[in-house]
């Protein structure tokens, strides 16, 4: 970092950051969905308002859960995203990432952020993962709704019936408002939001 010119590392770090809008969620090739607007910001973008949620239900401190929101994929700008069957053969060398991409910038509170998420020690930490979470049932519901028979066996496992142990996302759960907020989501449809909202008239 240039420490006589701040201002320029942190323009860098914002040039980086736009780049996850371009950057595709990589489960699309296992779910067979070619869904191109589901990218690393649109992603952390919802985590985020969940996060928020969570926090309020929770009564834990909102800010550093939603930083650590914004935070959680942040590292895949350098790496790119990878599936489970990905995982099994790539080595992320995530604190290294960190140290690189945030530990660089003229603040440290990012880092300690990213830092704090990754241990998951602290209630906002552990809320933060579960919005990740979340985000992806609410995907998978999406993806369901629309026909998608994989998306349909991730999100409800292969059984006919809901049950914990067939959504890994939902056994991964840690507070009891993710839980709740997990199971309103499977219960609902994704486009209920705006059955009162339309309109006939020009």
């Not at 996060?51 to 939603?66: D, F, Q, R, S």
């Not at 099994?88 to 960190?98: F, H, M, N, S």
């Amino acid at each position: 970092m240039d420490k006589a010119n701040p201002e320029t590392r942190l323009a860098d770090f914002l040039f980086e950051i736009g780049t996850m809008r371009r950057l595709l969620r990589i489960h699309r090739q296992l779910l067979l969905a070619d869904d191109t607007s589901d990218n690393i910001a649109s992603h952390s973008y919802r985590v985020t308002i969940i996060g928020w949620i969570l926090a309020k239900m929770e009564n834990v401190e909102p800010y550093k859960t939603v930083m650590m929101c914004l935070l959680h994929d942040m590292g895949e700008i350098r790496t790119g995203d990878h599936n489970w069957v990905h995982k099994r053969y790539v080595e992320i060398k995530d604190e290294q990432i960190v140290e690189d991409q945030l530990g660089t910038l003229p603040f440290s509170e990012l880092a300690e952020l990213a830092k704090e998420y990754e241990t998951r020690e602290s209630r906002e930490s552990l809320l933060a993962k579960d919005a990740d979470l979340l985000d992806q049932i609410l995907l998978l519901r999406e993806y369901e709704w629309q026909g998608n028979n994989e998306a349909r066996v991730w999100l409800r496992g292969k059984g006919k019936k809901f049950d914990d142990e067939g959504n890994a996302q939902f056994k991964k759960l840690y507070s009891d408002s993710a839980k709740k907020l997990g199971e309103a989501i499977l219960e609902q449809n994704p486009s209920d939001w705006w059955n009162n909202l339309w309109t006939s008239g020009k």
